[in-house]
């Protein structure tokens, strides 16, 4: 059974650096620090994973939607590090909410990395969803939540969780 852990969770807490707590920020104020990654016991047959991180308890704060902080397929690696969304270059992410009204329609550009944790109310509780894949993915940089599944309908081996609360 595949499981994935992060260094970056303690206790099932989030270190306050991958989030608005942190010292890391782009441009618009945006927390751009990515919590690191290890996944283990992945199906043999696995050529690449993507990964879904987000917020469902965001849902009554953006008025109807869960909150996407990161996407990334085509990662043919079992660790990614902390930081790497900003420096890796060898897998492709996506569009992630703080390109939406509520992220005050950031560019595409700078939502296609990771960003971070800004809960306005209260805890939540953010979820790392990784999917082993049987197959590279035909995706661009940018690409939306909606590509993603698309893309992965039919090919996913394997998913696994890791929660942890900021």
């Not at 969304?85 to 700078?110: K, M, P, Y």
Request: aromatic share 10%; net charge negative.
């Amino acid at each position: 059974m595949m499981f994935i852990s992060s260094t970056g969770i303690t206790d099932g807490t989030i270190g306050d650096r991958f989030g608005g707590r942190g010292s890391q920020f782009n441009e618009n104020g945006i927390p751009t620090c990515s919590l690191p990654l290890t996944i283990a016991q992945a199906p043999p047959q696995t050529a690449s994973f993507a990964l879904v991180l987000e917020d469902k308890d965001a849902y009554p704060v953006t008025g109807g939607f869960v909150w996407i902080h990161w996407l990334a397929a085509n990662i043919t690696r079992t660790e990614l590090a902390e930081n790497e969304s900003q420096t890796a270059h060898d897998f492709v992410q996506g569009c992630n909410s703080w390109t939406s009204i509520q992220g005050n329609r950031q560019s595409r550009e700078l939502s296609s990395f990771y960003g971070g944790m800004t809960p306005p109310d209260r805890p939540h509780t953010y979820e790392l969803h990784v999917y082993a894949l049987d197959q590279l993915l035909d995706l661009q940089p940018g690409f939306f939540l909606n590509e993603l599944f698309h893309a992965m309908d039919g090919h996913v081996l394997e998913e696994a969780v890791l929660k942890g609360v900021y």
